[in-house]
Structure formats: structure tokens, C-alpha cells
């Protein structure tokens, strides 16, 4: 992360409290299907699951690939580790009219997400198509076009109030709302 004087605000990939959870959980489960005794079917399902998943998390961790960044061209929203280049997107100042953090409901759990809404006409991002906005329609409490240009908060850290200085400094007057 950018040092604490600097303007920019950027958050990158690494070890959080789900990201530890879920590596450990997948160890155990793990070490626990190589033991013996342990049915066929269960380690044919099971190790790809827990060991491809655990080692997947840890790779996403140790990658420190960009997550979110704010900065004087506008906003970059990192992609998923698995396919950054495909899956990053850059929404340049004069397209964003505000940013918002928000909260998707998983049951009993919820994710954190920050997004930006954008201008009328405004380039798609990547994963901004018909069907994707249709879908998000009925599955998010915001437009489909604010959840097209979000990021989940998670293996990664958000810091609100770097957030808000960052976005006070590279664009005074645009709004950061937390529906959260």
C-alpha cells in the first residue's frame, strides 16, 4: 500500500482474516483426505476443492497484484488475480460522478464492495455486458451499472478514510457514499 503522506490511495492483494481462514481450513481438510481410511470418492472431490482452493487463496494473497486504486488518472479496478490483465479496468475522472461502498447479502454473510458510478455513455469495463446487467439486476441492492464497476473487498483491505482523502484530493466535490 502506498505510504500514509502520499495522495494516492491503492490497496493490494495479501493476507486478511478470510484469506487465513480459508487457507487453514483448506490445510486441514487437506492433510485430513490424505489420511488413510479415507474413501476415494471423498479425496477425488475433496483435494482438488481444498488443496486447488487453499492454494489458489494463497497464490492470490502472495500475488500483491493492485486490488483498487485512486490516483490522478481516475480509478483503477484491479481484476481477479486468475485473469488480471482480462478482468482489470481503469475508469478515468471525467467518467465518474461518485463512488459508492456497499454490502452483498450470502446468506447469513455479507461482502463488502466499492464501486464508482459513472457518466451516461461511459466506455464498458470488463464483464459489462447485456446479460451481466440483466442478471445483476435481480441479484444486487445497487444499479447493475455501479455493480459492473465494483470490487468485492475481500483479500484485500479497505481503508475509508484514505478513501475519502484520496478522492477529496485528485477530485473535490465527487461523492463517497456508504450504503453499507
Known amino acids: 500500500m502506498a505510504t500514509g503522506s502520499s495522495p494516492e490511495y491503492e490497496a493490494r492483494y495479501g493476507w486478511d482474516r478470510r484469506t487465513v481462514g480459508v487457507v487453514a481450513v483448506s490445510a486441514?481438510?487437506?492433510?485430513?483426505?490424505?489420511?488413510?481410511?479415507?474413501?476415494?470418492?471423498?479425496?477425488?472431490?475433496?483435494?482438488p476443492l481444498f488443496g486447488a482452493g487453499g492454494l489458489f487463496m494463497?497464490?492470490?494473497?502472495?500475488?500483491?497484484?493492485?486490488?483498487?486504486?485512486?490516483?490522478?488518472?481516475?480509478?483503477?479496478?484491479?481484476?481477479?488475480?486468475?485473469?488480471?490483465?482480462?478482468?482489470t479496468g481503469h475508469v478515468p475522472w471525467a467518467?465518474?460522478?461518485g463512488f459508492v461502498l456497499w454490502r452483498q447479502q450470502a446468506g447469513d454473510a455479507s461482502l463488502p464492495y466499492v464501486g464508482v458510478t459513472r457518466r451516461e455513455g461511459a466506455p464498458a469495463l470488463p464483464g459489462d455486458g447485456p446479460t451481466a446487467r440483466a442478471v445483476l439486476a435481480h441479484l444486487v441492492p445497487?444499479?447493475?451499472?455501479?455493480?459492473?464497476?465494483?470490487?468485492?473487498?475481500?483479500?484485500?483491505?479497505?481503508?475509508?478514510?484514505?478513501?475519502?482523502?484520496?478522492?477529496?484530493?485528485?477530485?473535490?466535490?465527487?461523492?463517497?457514499?456508504?450504503?453499507?
Do not use: C, M, Q
Request: aromatic share 6%; glycine share 8%.
Open 95 to 97: 467518467d465518474i460522478t
Open 28 to 47: 486441514v481438510f487437506t492433510v485430513a483426505l490424505l489420511l488413510p481410511g479415507i474413501p476415494l470418492a471423498a479425496r477425488i472431490l475433496g483435494l
Open 58 to 87: 494463497a497464490y492470490v494473497a502472495l500475488s500483491r497484484k493492485v486490488a483498487f486504486r485512486v490516483d490522478e488518472t481516475g480509478v483503477l479496478l484491479g481484476g481477479s488475480p486468475a485473469r488480471y490483465a482480462a478482468t
Open 142 to 180: 445497487v444499479p447493475a451499472d455501479v455493480a459492473t464497476a465494483s470490487r468485492a473487498v475481500t483479500g484485500w483491505r479497505l481503508d475509508k478514510n484514505r478513501l475519502v482523502a484520496a478522492v477529496a484530493h485528485f477530485a473535490p466535490g465527487i461523492p463517497v457514499r456508504d450504503l453499507s
